[in-house]
């Protein structure tokens, strides 16, 4: 029989408390050791039934698959050796039991409550025997009083895990176990929101997503060495060779009642393997779930006392971040919060602290995108900010530098919500502060990652005043950006800025009454958009902005220079034969998209104008162009 020391996390001051308690639990359980006692603490009655059920459930669907059976306690005659013993003599197998009921006790005479804590007296004469495991639910009065009443047992119990909920009052007939209600998913539907259809649909330019300091690179520093690989099973597969021996010393250190600190880093060189294979691609649903769940049971054996604390809530932060990334976002990115918190709490150090608030508003930032954008950015920025008065710009430049970056896009995000020339200003002021601190011949990238998200926040500002100073500043910061993102060094970067200073040229070729300006801007924005096309072209990986809104806006831009009065009448009909043909493209782009209308209209507009230059000889060569399919959409519309 084992008996170790456990450490009670105080995750009260967490929302989600009661998700991280029973992940452990269900971990604790999964692990098949032989003989375990385990008390889940629980006054909520309605929860803890839900709870009950959900363990029934997760583990049947686990793998291996394992059984779990609930007996309610026998409140007259309170044996739980007893009740055990009689089902498995009936089913001929050991499942894991849990025992609930025992609030029902309450009710009962003193003679009876005193008989129940006899037994678990004597619990370890026949618990041995029955080789299986244990999940005993009580509330909290009964707990304390099996710790002060029933020491024998206390000394053999491996865990304690509580639940947080409002005691329920007991009432004549307990409900009855039902299954935990699902949670709802995230509705992952965005709208279309940079799509401005008052800017004649050319679209905005967006600043880099990218994080330089995303939250899965900022692990710890620690011994890395031990390459273990998985959780025994039932059967004790060796699914790796390396795996074994600390599946092995877990399991012995179990038996021998090690502290518990010994215990947490044992775990902790099984979570750092499973950490270091998602770290070398192994993104397998299996590998991120058994990465995460044994990161927890570190915080189970990891002393409340130990300095480590923070760092293991940070990494296991970084794994529930990382893993929004391809599952259940909306869940992880709230786990992720909530460890980063808790883990402020468990830190003074301002190396330490800066990290963690970095990472907390990379969380937010993302959580942003799902559900209550303006509060979440709005914490995102708190949270960066936070991080800035503990990251110095002298000892720690380039992660001062990053986070002013993360801030830069946090402040545009937000502007799209409300306040948007504060907001705007806010990320003019954090890129601009982030770009002193970037060399480009050192990180040129990085370097030129910035002076594009500065010409963003240059061009949306532009939108609300003085566009001409600001659209001009745009252009200088998406030209610094191309000395480096260049087409063969970062071709699917060069596309993107390059759209983005399309679009700016494009802007303020409208804000110009200069007829040699205006056209020359719009010749910029024609090369612009011409770069971007044909080296996106050649990309088999995904971009970052949507290529068919750029051939739109080609196609706009060639309209333009059509209708100049200085133009040959060739050039005119060159000009506008290429504007339908960069509109023909986005149309076929969008044709499932709520923007096909946007592209149609500018088809229509442009087959007008080429009607008016060219009469009805260059109206027919212009219908020979256009898909068969499309004719009887168009003809009634001209």
Not at 9 to 27: A, D, E, H, S
Not at 147 to 162: I, N
Not at 448 to 473: C, H, K, S, V
Request: aromatic share 8%.
């Amino acid at each position: 029989m084992i008996a170790l020391p456990v450490a009670e996390i105080p995750f009260r001051r967490v929302l989600g408390l009661n998700q991280q308690t029973y992940q452990r639990l269900k971990l604790a359980l999964g692990l098949q050791l032989r003989r375990q006692v385990f008390v889940a603490v629980c006054d909520d009655l309605v929860l803890r039934d839900r709870l009950a059920a959900q363990l029934q459930t997760d583990l049947a669907a686990g793998d291996p698959p394992m059984r779990l059976v609930t007996l309610r306690l026998n409140a007259t005659q309170p044996n739980p050796i007893a009740q055990m013993s009689d089902w498995i003599e009936q089913a001929r197998e050991r499942p894991i039991f849990q025992i609930v009921g025992v609030e029902q006790l309450t009710r009962q005479p003193a003679a009876v409550q005193r008989q129940f804590l006899t037994n678990l007296q004597t619990f370890d004469r026949a618990f041995g025997s029955l080789e299986c495991n244990l999940l005993l639910w009580m509330p909290q009065p009964w707990f304390r009083s099996i710790r002060q009443s029933a020491p024998d047992f206390w000394q053999l119990h491996t865990g304690v895990f509580e639940f947080v909920g409002d005691p329920t009052p007991l009432q004549p007939v307990v409900e009855p176990i039902r299954p935990i209600a699902e949670r709802s998913e995230p509705n992952l539907d965005t709208p279309e929101s940079d799509f401005d259809p008052e800017a004649i649909f050319v679209t905005a330019p967006l600043p880099d997503r990218k994080l330089i300091e995303p939250a899965a690179a900022l692990m710890p520093t620690e011994d890395r060495s031990s390459k273990i690989a998985i959780l025994p099973t039932k059967q004790r597969q060796i699914v790796d060779p390396i795996a074994q021996p600390l599946i092995d010393r877990i399991e012995q250190l179990h038996q021998q009642q090690a502290p518990a600190e010994t215990l947490s880093e044992a775990y902790r060189s099984l979570a750092n393997l499973y950490r270091d294979r998602i770290d070398q691609g192994d993104a397998s649903d299996k590998t991120w779930q058994r990465s995460i769940e044994t990161y927890e049971q570190v915080l189970v054996w990891l002393p409340e006392t130990a300095p480590q604390w923070a760092d293991v809530l940070n990494d296991l932060g970084n794994l529930h971040w990382g893993r929004s990334r391809s599952s259940d976002p909306v869940f992880h990115l709230q786990q992720a919060i909530e460890l980063y918190e808790l883990a402020l709490y468990k830190t003074d150090q301002p190396q330490t602290l800066a990290m963690l608030q970095n990472n907390l508003g990379a969380a937010y930032a993302d959580l942003a995108r799902y559900e209550n954008p303006a509060e979440a950015l709005q914490n995102a920025i708190a949270a960066y900010q936070q991080a800035l008065q503990n990251r110095s710009s002298q000892s720690d430049p380039q992660r001062y530098a990053s986070t002013q970056n993360n801030l830069g896009t946090a402040h545009w995000n937000l502007a799209q919500h409300q306040q948007p020339l504060e907001n705007l200003r806010g990320a003019i002021a954090a890129y601009s502060e982030a770009l002193h601190f970037y060399r480009p011949e050192q990180d040129s990238l990085n370097y030129a990652m910035i002076q594009n998200n500065l010409g963003t926040a240059y061009w949306n500002i532009a939108q609300y005043e003085r566009p001409q100073d600001w659209l001009r500043l745009a252009l200088s910061s998406y030209a610094q950006a191309l000395r480096y993102r260049t087409a063969t060094a970062a071709p699917a970067a060069f596309a993107a800025t390059q759209s983005n200073l399309g679009t700016a040229c494009w802007h303020l070729a409208n804000c110009t009454d200069d007829p040699e300006m205006q056209r020359s801007y719009l010749q910029r924005a024609v090369a612009a958009y011409e770069a971007a096309i044909d080296t996106a072209s050649q990309l088999d990986s995904a971009l970052s902005f949507d290529i068919f809104a750029t051939q739109n806006n080609l196609g706009l831009a060639y309209h333009q220079l059509a209708i100049d009065p200085q133009e040959t009448a060739d050039d005119r009909s060159a000009q506008l034969e290429r504007s339908l043909h960069h509109h023909l493209q986005a149309l076929q782009g969008w044709q499932t998209s709520p923007l096909r209308q946007t592209a149609l209209d500018s088809v229509l507009q442009t087959m007008r104008a080429i009607y008016e230059q060219g009469g009805i000889f260059a109206t027919n060569q212009a219908f020979a162009k256009i898909p068969a399919n499309l004719l009887p959409e168009l003809l009634p519309q001209l």
